[in-house]
């Protein structure tokens, strides 16, 4: 780790969320690692206000790093990392700030085989942002301010928030897997069914049929939690109920990643609660049929 207590930043996968967690830490300076060799990643950001700020990304020269933050798609997680094999002795920490669980474990066992001295942390994100068509460079729209929330993958491993000097709007928790369980457990609800009746999050409780499965699915769901001694900070009918009304008018990542013809992250949500489902000896009928219907060439 660097001796100053401004941290030093990589960001591998500048998509709409990377962007937009890049441009919080402008004044960091942060850097690229981008897939093709170029000396700048260019990148504009469109802020709550409509207003454009552009700004470029030098790349790494693969000098220490305190964080390199990981915002790829779930799936794309090992694919981005593997070409940066070689200069990972000069990373401290990698922060895997994605929806969906299981490749948080996969990137463990990854940097195990690596003999690599690597922290690896885990961060989960309310904010919202979207890649736009774009100008004269690539553009992502701020479409909704949120929190961040940081911590080591295995809660028994000790945080010493003082020596970690913590990337701009980040926020230090002792136990990551709360909050991503919470996402993990709403998205595997809202998510498949805006998939499957290729519909906005509120349409979901205005059709009777699709209320109907919605709160059979966060039944079930709510149940393997129980199950698992996971525990929820509310019954997750309610919640799912809560989250459809209150963002009503919002597309799913699910959604757009079907609208957009891009593999979605189904995999690394229904897909992860059924692996655990399957390890507990435990029966998930209704997500594994949804799961199914959604199987098609585009879904990992
Ligand atoms: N967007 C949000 O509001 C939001 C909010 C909370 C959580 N999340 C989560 O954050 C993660 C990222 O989502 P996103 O919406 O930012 O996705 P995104 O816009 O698709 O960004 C992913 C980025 O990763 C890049 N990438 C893929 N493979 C790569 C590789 N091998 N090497 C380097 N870069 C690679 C993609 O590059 P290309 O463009 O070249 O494909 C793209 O720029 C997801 O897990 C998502 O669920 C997103």
């Not at 595997?188 to 409780?205: D, Q, S």
């Not at 979605?264 to 059924?274: D, K, N, P, Q, R």
Request: net charge negative; aromatic share 6%.
């Amino acid at each position: 780790m660097s001796n100053t207590s401004t941290p030093r930043i990589g960001f591998l996968g500048l998509g709409a969320l990377g962007t937009l967690i890049a441009w919080h830490n402008r004044a960091l300076q942060p850097l690229a690692l981008p897939r093709q060799p170029q000396s700048i990643t260019p990148r504009r950001l469109i802020d709550r206000d409509g207003i454009a700020h552009d700004f470029d990304l030098p790349s790494w020269d693969g000098t220490d790093l305190d964080w390199l933050i990981v915002t790829t798609k779930a799936g794309d997680t090992l694919t981005a990392l593997t070409p940066w094999q070689a200069q990972l002795p000069a990373v401290k920490r990698i922060v895997l700030l994605q929806n969906g669980m299981g490749q948080h474990e996969q990137c463990a066992s990854w940097l195990q085989q690596q003999k690599s001295a690597c922290e690896l942390w885990a961060a989960i994100s309310t904010e919202g942002a979207y890649r736009s068509s774009s100008g004269d460079r690539p553009e992502v729209v701020y479409a909704g301010s949120g929190s961040t929330l940081l911590g080591k993958l295995h809660p028994q491993d000790t945080i010493e928030p003082a020596v970690v000097p913590l990337p701009a709007g980040f926020s230090l928790c002792d136990d990551i897997q709360q909050p991503m369980r919470e996402k993990l457990a709403i998205n595997a609800v809202i998510n498949p069914l805006t998939g499957l009746y290729l519909c906005p999050n509120g349409e979901l409780l205005q059709q009777p049929e699709y209320r109907q499965h919605l709160l059979q699915l966060a039944g079930e769901v709510d149940a393997f939690f129980a199950h698992q001694q996971w525990p929820l900070a509310a019954p997750l009918t309610e919640r799912a109920v809560a989250v459809a009304t209150a963002t009503a008018a919002n597309r799913s990542s699910t959604l757009q990643d079907i609208l957009a013809g891009r593999p979605t992250e189904l995999a690394w949500i229904c897909g992860y609660l059924l692996q655990c489902a399957d390890e507990a000896g435990y029966s998930l009928p209704i997500t594994a049929k949804l799961y199914q219907q959604l199987q098609t060439d585009s879904v990992r």
